[in-house]
C-alpha cells in the first residue's frame, strides 16, 4: 500500500497540476505522500534522460532515475535540502554523483530500495507514448537519402559526429546541420504534422 | 522549477547535447535547464524516443539506407545476421534472401575520387527506373554499401535488378560502375 501514490500517479497521467515544484517538494518536506507521486512523475523523467545521455543503457538510466529521486526525498524529509527553489540543481548535483559513483562501481541502492520500495520506478518512467514503428519506418523512407543515413548512423550505429562525417566525407558542422533538419522533419512527419 | 518554459532551448541545441556536439560550458547550460523545465525535457525525451524508433525500424531491415562499414560493426555486434553481396564494377550475382536473414547488404564497388554528388540508379527487368538522389558516400571509399529493405525483397519472386552509380558532374553523368543482381525467392 505504501506505494499506492504511484499508482494514483499514473492513474492520473492525463492531470497537469498547477503546483510548481518547489511548491511539491516543500509538502513532500511534509511527508505529503501525493506530492511525492507528483513531484516522483515529474522528476524521474528528467533523471532518466540525464542517465540515458551519459550512461546510453535504459536499464542503467531507469535505476539512477530511481535512485535520484528516492535520495532527493530522503534529504527532504530530513531537511538536507532546505531550500526547495535549488531543488533542480540538488537532482542535477545528485545525477551527477551518482553517476560518478556508477562509473566507480559502486552501488548504493538497496538500502534505499528497502525504505521506499522497489515498485516505483520502471512504469512511471515509461512517460514518452508508444511510437508506431510503421510510420516511423515511412517517415525515414521519406527523408533524403543524405538525411537518412546521417540519423540511421547517429542513432543505430552510435557514432560520434565527427566519425560520421569521416564515413560520409562529410565536415562535422555539415553532419550537425543534416542531423538537425532530418529530425526537424522526421518529427514533423512521425507526429502527423507532415 | 517551472511547467512553464519562459525561454525554450532551440531543437538544435538539444540535439548537440544528445550527441555530445555542445562545448562543455554549454552542455552543463542544458542540463541544468532540462532539469527545471519540463517542456524542454518532454521533447528532448521525445527526440529520444525517435531515436529509439529508428534503432528498431533498422534492426528490423524495414528501411533501405546508405550505411557505412561502423554501421556493419553495430548490427553484428547485436547478433544480426547479415546476408551480404559485393560487386566490382560490371559484375553480376544470383542473390536471395532467407527467413533467417535480418539484413541484406550490398557492397557497391567503385572509385569515388572527384565525385562530388552520386546517384544510384535502379531498373528492374520490365519494370520502372528508381534514382537515390545525392546519397552520401567519402570520396575516399571503395564502396557504396546499401542495407535493403526486407520486407520487399521477401515478397519478391525471380526478378533481374540493374543498378548503376552514376556520379553528377557539370558535364553531366558519369558512369562509375553498372552491376546486376538475378534474385532467386528461397522457399522458407
Redesign the interface.
Same mark, same amino acid.
Given at each position: 500500500m505504501r506505494l499506492a501514490y504511484a499508482v494514483r500517479a499514473l492513474a492520473d497521467a492525463d492531470h497537469?497540476p498547477e503546483a510548481? !515544484?518547489?511548491a511539491l517538494a516543500n509538502r513532500v518536506a511534509r511527508g505529503d505522500r501525493e506530492a511525492e507521486a507528483e513531484l516522483y512523475r515529474?522528476l524521474a523523467?528528467?533523471?532518466r534522460?540525464?542517465g540515458?545521455?551519459h550512461l546510453r543503457d535504459p536499464a542503467a538510466a531507469d535505476d539512477l532515475a530511481q535512485d535520484v529521486v528516492l535520495m532527493t526525498f530522503e534529504s527532504l524529509r530530513s531537511g538536507k535540502l532546505r531550500e526547495p527553489?535549488h531543488?533542480?540543481?540538488f537532482? *542535477?548535483g545528485t545525477?551527477r554523483r551518482v553517476v560518478a559513483g556508477l562509473r566507480r562501481g559502486v552501488a548504493r541502492r538497496q538500502g534505499l530500495l528497502e525504505r521506499f520500495g522497489s515498485g516505483l520506478a520502471p512504469a512511471v518512467l515509461g !512517460?514518452?507514448?508508444p *511510437?508506431d514503428?510503421d510510420r +516511423? $519506418?515511412r517517415c *525515414?523512407?521519406g527523408l533524403?537519402?543524405?538525411e537518412?543515413?546521417?540519423? +540511421?548512423?547517429?542513432?543505430?550505429? %552510435?557514432?560520434? $559526429?565527427d %566519425?560520421?562525417g569521416?564515413?560520409?566525407?562529410?565536415s562535422?558542422a555539415n553532419v550537425?546541420v543534416v542531423?538537425?533538419r532530418a *529530425?526537424?522533419r522526421?518529427?514533423a512527419c512521425?507526429e502527423g504534422a507532415s | 522549477?517551472?511547467?512553464d518554459c519562459p525561454r525554450p532551448l532551440e531543437?538544435?541545441m538539444l540535439?548537440?547535447?544528445?550527441?555530445?556536439?555542445a562545448a562543455p560550458p554549454e552542455q552543463e547550460r542544458v542540463?541544468?535547464h532540462?532539469? @527545471?523545465c @519540463?517542456g524542454c #525535457?518532454?521533447r528532448?525525451?521525445?527526440?529520444?524516443?525517435?531515436?529509439?524508433?529508428?534503432?528498431?525500424?533498422?534492426?528490423?531491415g524495414?528501411?533501405?539506407?546508405?550505411? &557505412? =562499414?561502423?554501421?556493419v560493426? &553495430?548490427a553484428v555486434r547485436e547478433g544480426l545476421r547479415t546476408r551480404e553481396y559485393r560487386l566490382p564494377p560490371g559484375g553480376r550475382v544470383a542473390c536471395t534472401v532467407t527467413p533467417e536473414d535480418d539484413l541484406l547488404l550490398t557492397r557497391l564497388e567503385a572509385d569515388f575520387k572527384g565525385v562530388s554528388r552520386l546517384d544510384v540508379v535502379s531498373n528492374w527487368e520490365g519494370g520502372l527506373e528508381q534514382r537515390? @538522389?545525392?546519397?552520401?558516400? #567519402? =570520396?575516399?571509399?571503395r564502396e557504396l554499401i546499401m542495407a535493403q529493405?526486407m520486407p520487399a525483397l521477401r515478397a519478391l519472386g525471380h526478378a533481374v535488378l540493374r543498378v548503376r552509380l552514376v556520379a553528377q558532374e557539370e558535364r553531366g553523368e558519369r558512369l562509375l560502375g553498372e552491376y546486376t543482381f538475378t534474385h532467386s525467392p528461397t522457399r522458407g
Open positions: 497537469v510548481s !515544484d518547489s515529474r523523467p528528467r533523471a534522460l540525464y540515458l545521455r527553489e531543488l533542480g540543481s537532482v *542535477l545525477c !512517460d514518452a507514448a *511510437l514503428l +516511423v $519506418t *525515414l523512407e533524403p537519402e543524405r537518412r543515413s546521417v540519423v +540511421v548512423l547517429s542513432f543505430y550505429a %552510435e557514432r560520434r $559526429t %566519425e560520421i569521416a564515413e560520409l566525407g562529410l562535422s550537425r542531423r538537425h *529530425l526537424a522526421l518529427r512521425v | 522549477m517551472s511547467q531543437l538544435a540535439v548537440d547535447y544528445w550527441f555530445e556536439d542540463e541544468e532540462l532539469m @527545471e @519540463e #525535457s518532454a528532448l525525451r521525445a527526440i529520444v524516443a525517435l531515436g529509439e524508433g529508428v534503432r528498431r525500424a533498422v534492426g528490423d524495414a528501411v533501405q539506407v546508405v550505411v &557505412t =562499414p561502423a554501421f560493426e &553495430t537515390l @538522389e545525392d546519397v552520401p558516400v #567519402s =570520396p575516399d571509399a529493405a
